[in-house]
């Protein structure tokens, strides 16, 4: 059962300023337009006797990648780094089902869609390759050196060839 933006229902939409409309602050500077979610509940799983089988808790979040005003790229790491959330259509779902109030549950889901929104906006830092330094590789061929050294000690005089 889809539950309307109703504001006045426990659980609606998260009210900002005023003058936005309703929309959902993800991080800053970005806003998502209260139109571009669907919020779905559903019966719950779990502890909560008669009452989980009654009470639609579960909270189902639903927007369209394409609708979260971000950067491409930041799109492209949300999209990669939750693929596991994200339809083949680009759609991306939330569930929330860890209280047994939907108020609590669509604050959950909503909490969880801002940090994953602020994660994907932090682009990955460059990896440059290094070079070993030259002491690094004097050690290296030393170290190897001592190796065959040693195996060359275990060998005898070669004329058996199992070193005893």
């Known amino acids: 059962m889809a539950v309307p933006n109703d504001p006045h229902q426990p659980g609606g939409p998260e009210q900002g300023s005023g003058s936005d409309g309703g929309d959902l602050r993800l991080a800053p500077g970005v806003r998502l337009p209260a139109a571009a979610l669907r919020i779905e509940s559903t019966t719950s799983q779990g502890p909560g006797g008669q009452n989980v089988n009654k009470r639609e808790t579960r909270i189902r979040l639903r927007v369209m990648l394409e609708d979260i005003p971000i950067d491409p790229r930041a799109r492209d790491r949300l999209r990669r780094a939750n693929a596991h959330l994200v ?61 065959g050294r040693l195996k060359d000690r275990r060998r005898g005089d070669g004329r058996r060839g199992d070193g005893w």
Do not use: M, Y
Not at 100 to 126: D, F, I, T, Y
Not at 138 to 145: E, H, N
């Open 87 to 147: 339809t083949e259509s680009g759609e991306l779902i939330l569930s929330e089902s860890g209280s047994r109030h939907r108020g609590r549950n669509l604050a959950e889901a909503k909490r969880r869609l801002g940090e994953l929104v602020r994660r994907s906006l932090v682009a990955p830092k460059v990896r440059r390759p290094t070079r070993p330094t030259k002491g690094s590789i004097q050690r290296r061929l030393d170290a190897k050196k001592q190796r």
